[in-house]
């Protein structure tokens, strides 16, 4: 059984930075794709970025290009997604997903995903 958790939310002000990590355990990931979502209050789940095990493929969505960056440790089954320039429209519970074979953007196509960290940014 696949396990995601998530951990590295918190509070930050506008510009600022975090971190969020999403420990994976189960099976191995070599052909999983991982990616992030996120649901803000009262608006539907959204695909932020994902990334492709075998090759390191990424794909971000345009209102994170530039700011957001996904990353993964083999080693450790880990996922990351560094966080830059945060904006207040970023504020949301951030979701862990991984699915077999493509990259898609619809959460509904992940088979696993985590209990979510929120993420808030003040302005």
């Known amino acids: 059984q696949v396990q995601l958790v998530e951990s590295g939310g918190g509070l930050v002000q506008a510009g600022g930075s975090l971190r969020l990590s999403c420990a994976a355990s189960?099976?191995?990931?070599?052909?999983?794709?991982m990616g992030w979502f996120r649901q803000a209050p009262g608006k539907e789940r959204e695909f932020v970025a994902a990334i492709r095990w075998t090759d390191d493929f990424t794909k971000y969505t345009d209102s994170v290009k530039g700011r957001f960056t996904i990353s993964r440790d083999n080693a450790k089954n880990t996922m990351y997604l560094q966080m830059n320039s945060l904006k207040p429209e970023d504020t949301a519970v951030y979701y862990c997903?991984?699915?077999?074979?493509?990259?898609?953007?619809?959460?509904?196509?992940?088979?696993?995903w985590g209990q979510g960290t929120q993420v808030t940014v003040s302005s």
């Open positions: 997903e991984a699915r077999t074979g493509m990259i898609l953007v619809g959460s509904g196509s992940y088979a696993y």
């Open positions: 189960g099976r191995t990931f070599s052909n999983y794709v």
